[in-house]
């Protein structure tokens, strides 16, 4: 029997690895298509043009003119190769929306662009043209949208008569795209869908109400956040929703890039292990204590945090805990940047305490990898985490996570409790209460296991057995685009 035509799958998305980065959404974007196209689908991705992403373009050819829609601009619709990314895309080239000085959504100074409806609402139509034919040769049998920036995708689609079905991934509720209601009428969508069964969220336009609306399946990153988000206190405005949408949710847990992040094969350490040989990572740990400064002792445990600074990742905690961490010997190296009152208060203890506390501010691809292989402890006590990609790569590279119950952080680490141990199922430390004095019970648990060596090493050793592919999570993607065919 013939087997059924690859199912063909557009991804839209704001950023994509290695292009444009701010977080885990561009991990997910740039392994997500490969791991799909091995899994047997025929995968493209739609990205506005930004700068990195355009010059990250080859063989950039114009397949249509995108119409205006409201006060949305036409834009070219450009086809080429993303060699970096191994996948072909589709860019919205419109320069006066996307070449910016900044970021892909706020500017230098980190001010949200006041027309940031209009950009990504530019995005969304582009993805429902593509699905109405705008390129004769491919026309996807499915969209796949990613976080705020591609919300309105699903409305998009049904206002132009799309007979195209939609999954929306949400990487994290707490970034909405929350607009007011003069800018809904704007964007070229009916009035009709400016209502609270719509993408109205309580007199506003809310863009990842819309995809949460109106597509045919939704996905979120994580089991465990799957559910939480139905639920008010994690819920963000939107677990009502997702209550009544509970049976089209799920949780898919992101995979570790092993291209990228791989101690046998990474490039950017300055030495290489696996579970086997762990001789390397002495190796790593010891230059990164003397690039670093830090007192240069093979036996210090050395924790570390590669973060975005925000409230969410729960860092007023590590700050709190910092003294009792070094007066028990161990070592601190933050890799970071965001609030600026975070920022300046992990540079004031650095500064106090130089031969224990290092802390880089800023984005540094390379060092976030030297970090990781060099650390004992990977800390990620966040208030609330999605999925979260550094426990998993700390998992690979035998850096053992400390973290919070929760989230995709509960799915993928398992805590070192005696039977857990005895088992050999123990990857790291977890602990639950939100607390300074719950994040100070953690490390003191790890501190005592990294005294324990023989356990330690064991439960290394598990973490870095640990498979969090992308493989298996194409399999799950595919199984909901089925399902979102069949409905
Ligand atoms: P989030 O998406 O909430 O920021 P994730 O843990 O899902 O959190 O993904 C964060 C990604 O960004 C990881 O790949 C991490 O290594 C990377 N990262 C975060 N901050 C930095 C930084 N300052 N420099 C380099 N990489 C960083």
Redesign the pocket.
Known sequence: MASPPAVRVLQVCAEI?PLL???????VAGALPAALALAGAEPRVLLPGFAPILAGLSNARTVATLPARGQVPAARLLLGDLAACGVQAYVVDAPALYQREGGPYADAQQRPFADNHLRFARLCWAAADLAQGADPAWRPGLVHAHDWHAGLTPACLQAVGAHVPSVYTV??LAYQGSFSAAQFHQLGLPELYFQPDGLEFHGTLNFMKAGLHYAQRITT?SPSYACEIQHPEQGMGMDGLLRARAEVLSGIL?GVDEAVWHPAMDVLIPANYDAKKLAGKARCKAALQQQLGLTEDATAPLFTV???L?E??GLHLVLAALPQLVARGAQFAL???GDAAMQDAFRAVAVACPQAISV?I????P??HQL?AGADVIM?PSHF?????????GLAYGTVPLVRRVG?LADTVTDCSLEALDEGRATGVVFDDFSAAGLDAGIRRALALYRRRSEWKAVQRTAMAQRHDWAEAAQQYLAVYRQALAH
């Open positions: 690895f980065k701010t977080g885990g959404l561009a991990d990487h994290n990153v992101n590669v973060s975005r925000t969410q990742k890799l970071g940047s880089r800023g984005y540094d691809e060092f976030a990781i990620v985490e999605p999925c979260g990609l550094t426990q998993l790569y995709g």
